[in-house]
């Protein structure tokens, strides 16, 4: 039997170490970036994207999420709902599962417990802001390599095969055969056979994936899409809190249009960064323990459903990230929070006068609410206005915003509990199929997805 997964980031990387442990089948990964060895990004070294036709952040061994930021967060409902494909033991297991194959990866998982918690739930409470607290532990980025490549020698040791540079680019459901296209000059393609696939082709993958579902007849629907902003404060304006939690929780409704939005990504003494997506840019933001800044950054994010004629959420977030991209010339926008409630542009010159200095340089001064719609623009400053409540200078004149923030897991991949779709050998996982949201509920659901082709290879 022959199992064959696209992309390897967390849900490729551990339902291939589930089905290979075991011993029932041949498991081949297929990723169009590069090996973790081989990953580095000019932006983050020397601030200076130069626009790599594949981009090292987004793609690669490992993910984006592993190779960039490293938090992991143990909750069951935080980065996705496992409640939607077990019960609430069976997720607390599965959790314990994921931890234990980190520690069997050289990565050290203690959980903390924090008696302020308490405290700031009380306080958020107060401001009409609710407090999530969660299971953490934050790797950071320059740890991560070394647990990738734990991993990948681990699939290999169990006779696991990669196939790096090559990206998934058709399948045939009828002769169980996957397309593949060499990434060198010579744009090489070749078939693989395969008795099971799973795709787990990350967010970057997701368009690919709606194009290649809709093509082949795998049922699909639209989640809810985050689209948002990219918040960067002293680090000492957020201490308080990220001493609690590293990456804290908190969810707002907005009062004029009762909108969720939520934070996410914190990252202490971080750094912003920029994501390139060819056709558009957006802000993302790391974390590295050996690597501080005076900042902490964080997403502001809200949610939006939308319906008849236009249910297709990843074609409206595309279609702010590109109007933003053109108004900040191939660049993110960034604007200080005065000049945001003022409607009016930042320049640079104001921005320097800033107490906040930009971590990202990369950047254009200009006015967000020229490609974010009013209605999002307004619910980010009154979530900022009720998040100051509970984080005291987190709205300052001269906090920085960046734009757009947008999590593109829009397009959901209808499956059953067990992450199969309406083709019977046909398996999705991960960010890209909408199914996680997170490092965390990526790994879960590729181990759901992995647990179910071995049970069906033993007959079960």
């Not at 601030?47 to 992991?72: A, Y």
């Not at 990219?230 to 001493?243: A, C, F, G, N």
């Not at 709205?395 to 757009?404: G, H, M, Q």
């Not at 947008?406 to 959901?412: L, P, Q, S």
Request: charged share 25%; proline share 4%.
């Amino acid at each position: 039997m022959r199992v064959v997964i696209v992309g390897a980031g967390p849900a490729g990387l551990f339902a291939a170490l589930e089905i290979l442990k075991s011993g029932k089948a041949e498991v081949i990964l297929v990723e169009k970036g590069k090996d973790i060895r081989e990953r580095g990004c000019n932006l983050l070294n020397n601030g200076i994207c130069t626009k790599c036709e594949i981009c090292d952040i987004l793609c690669g061994v490992g993910g984006s999420g592993l190779f960039s930021d490293g938090k992991l967060n143990f909750s069951p409902i935080i980065g996705g709902n496992l409640y939607e494909f077990m019960g609430k033991e069976e997720a607390e297991e599965l959790l314990e599962y994921i931890a234990n194959m980190f520690r069997e990866n050289g990565v050290e998982i203690k959980f903390k417990e924090n008696g302020r918690i308490k405290e700031l739930r009380k306080r958020a409470m107060k401001a009409g802001v609710t407090f999530i607290p969660i299971n953490q532990v934050h790797l950071g980025s320059e740890n991560l390599p070394n647990f990738i490549e734990s991993v990948e020698n681990n699939i290999i040791r169990m006779n696991g095969k990669f196939l790096i540079n090559w990206e998934a680019i058709d399948v045939d459901p009828k002769e169980n055969k996957l397309r593949i296209r060499h990434r060198n000059e010579d744009r090489e393609e070749r078939e693989i056979d395969y008795d099971y696939l799973l795709i787990s082709p990350g967010r970057s993958g997701s368009d690919w994936l709606a194009q290649l579902c809709k093509k082949i007849g795998v049922e699909t629907k639209f989640n809810p899409i985050d689209i948002g902003v990219r918040v960067e404060t002293l680090s000492s304006v957020m201490e308080d809190v990220t001493s609690i939690n590293w990456d804290p929780k908190f969810h707002i409704r907005a009062p004029t249009y009762d909108d969720f939005v939520r934070t996410f990504c914190t990252n202490p003494n971080g750094y912003v960064m920029k994501e390139d997506y060819g056709e558009y840019v957006c802000v993302n933001g790391y974390s590295r323990k050996g690597k501080t800044s005076e900042n902490t950054n964080f997403a502001l994010l809200v949610q939006l459903n939308l319906t008849k004629p236009l249910e297709n959420t990843n074609e409206y977030g595309k279609s702010i990230a590109k109007l933003a991209t053109t108004i900040g010339g191939g660049k993110p926008l960034i604007q200080r929070l005065a000049d945001m409630r003022a409607s009016r542009r930042s320049t640079w010159e104001r921005i320097r006068r800033s107490v906040v200095k930009p971590t990202l340089q990369d950047v254009t001064p200009g006015d967000i609410s020229m490609a974010l719609p009013h209605r999002i623009i307004t619910d980010i400053l009154e979530a900022l206005d009720r998040l100051d409540k509970v984080i005291p200078g987190v709205a300052d004149d001269s906090t920085l915003v960046y734009a757009p923030e947008i999590k593109f897991y829009a397009m959901r991949v209808k499956t059953d509990r067990e992450l199969r779709t309406n083709i019977d050998n046909i398996y999705v996982a991960g960010d890209g199929a909408g199914v996680s949201r997170g490092i965390i509920g990526a790994c879960a659901t590729g181990l759901i997805a992995a647990r179910s082709i071995v049970n069906r290879i033993k007959g079960g």
